[in-house]
T-cell receptor, first 111, second 109 residues
């Protein structure tokens, strides 16, 4: 099993560009999450999903959109990237109330 | 004040030393997670506990619900234990994880 995978691993964008980060899991987990990690701060939840076709806002949702059209995939979109969105993005998945399994991360730089 | 706080922020040790990392929380939680993040970024779940103590190899995690405190211990530390250790509480109110800012551990040979 691959676990949780993320693509791409690295990306550099210019301000105003758009992009989509893809997260895929092969563990049949119901719950999926997108976090961002910034220096000196704990991981912060951007959006999450409790099942196929559902999404909900987390702690820092502004500037991001998500979709969960298939149970195994959770997409994070940036419609108009800003330098404040420079961060490392982690996807995670879990069964209800169980440990979360994290992807390897995507390092995004917005110039 | 962060809802989940860790101490120390940075920790250095000599190989073989016993290491303790502390986590205190100020919110109601139903479980506490300990995670490990190696240089290069990957995050791995070490423990999830809601009471008592759990052990896996050289790692031991404890939690005291009344004192709202958890500790992660590493016995006979090794340079490969060098990583950032993160604690996270699963909030009663939101069912979401609240993360500490991590403890950076370096173990020297």
């Amino acid at each position: 099993n691959a676990g949780v995978t993320q693509t791409p691993k690295f990306r550099v964008l210019k301000t105003g560009q758009s992009m989509t980060l893809l997260c895929a899991q092969d563990m049949n987990h119901e719950y999926m999450y997108w976090y961002r990690q910034d220096p000196g701060m704990g991981l912060r939840l951007i959006h999450y999903s409790v099942g196929e076709g559902t999404t909900a806002k987390g702690e820092v949702p502004d500037g991001y959109n998500v979709s969960r059209l298939k149970k195994q995939n959770f997409l994070l979109g940036l419609e108009s990237a800003a330098p404040s969105q420079t961060s490392v993005y982690f996807c995670a998945s879990s069964d209800v109330y169980n440990e979360q399994f994290f992807g390897p991360g995507t390092r995004l730089t917005v110039l | 004040k962060n809802e989940v706080e860790q101490s120390p922020q940075n920790l250095t040790a000599q190989e073989g030393e016993f290491i303790t990392i502390n986590c205190s929380y100020s919110v109601g939680i139903s479980a506490l997670h300990w995670l490990q993040q190696h240089p290069g970024g990957g995050i791995v779940s070490l423990f999830m506990l809601s009471s008592g103590k759990k052990k896996h190899g050289r790692l031991i995690a404890t939690i005291n619900i009344q004192e709202k405190h958890s500790s992660l211990h590493i016995t006979a530390s090794h340079p490969r234990d060098s990583a950032v250790y993160i604690c996270a509480g699963l909030s009663y109110n939101t069912d979401k994880l609240i993360f500490g800012t991590g403890t950076r551990l370096q173990v020297f040979p």
